[in-house]
């Protein structure tokens, strides 16, 4: 009987895998999931949309010259074709195309107005890096503070100022001109 359970074991043995951790399951993110490839990606989407949106905007203006519409099919072939072209895994929207041929703005930069204070900011930015450096990091207070005796009695003041009230900021007691706590929270994103 020990016979019998030496040799049971020793086949168990035998049968183990050489590798063991041929079978461990490996952490990490997937293979090809890279920051990079992220960016190439949106990089693509945005080339691919502008490709799409000049092509959609040509066949219009061609079509209205022979006072015929675009046949219903031609976005949906185009968007299809221009997908496959630039390996594009994101769909892209008929209304999205349709929008920005529009407001002939076939290739936005960004989502919205930049900020007067931009290139103040990075003054602001090597400031607070020295800071740092010396272990005396600003408060809230102390960088909005700065921020506006930076820019107080300047051309950028006003400009700050237009810019506020063309976008309605602040309340009653709300002074134009100087920035405040929402800018703080803006500018550390």
Excluded at 14 to 41: I, V
Excluded at 48 to 72: E, G, H, T
């Amino acid at each position: 009987s020990r016979a019998t359970n030496t040799s049971s074991i020793t086949s168990s043995l035998s049968t183990a895998p050489t590798n063991p951790s041929s079978n461990r399951h490996q952490g990490g993110c997937p293979k090809g999931s890279t920051n990079e490839k992220k960016r190439l990606g949106i990089g693509n989407y945005n080339t691919c949309l502008k490709a799409i949106c000049d092509n959609y905007a040509y066949k219009i203006f061609a079509m209205r010259s022979q006072n015929r519409p675009v046949y219903n099919k031609f976005l949906d072939n185009l968007i299809e074709n221009k997908n496959t072209e630039f390996i594009i895994e994101t769909e892209i929207s008929k209304q999205t195309v349709r929008n920005q041929v529009l407001q002939k703005n076939h290739n936005p930069r960004h989502p919205g107005t930049c900020s007067p204070l931009e290139d103040t900011e990075k003054a602001l930015v090597i400031i607070c890096i020295q800071m740092g450096t010396i272990h005396q990091p600003l408060a809230v207070k102390e960088g909005i503070g700065l921020m506006n005796s930076l820019i107080d009695g300047t051309r950028l003041q006003k400009t700050v100022s237009k810019f506020q009230s063309a976008r309605q900021v602040g309340n009653d007691l709300f002074n134009p001109g100087e920035i405040g706590k929402g800018w703080w929270q803006g500018f550390l994103k």
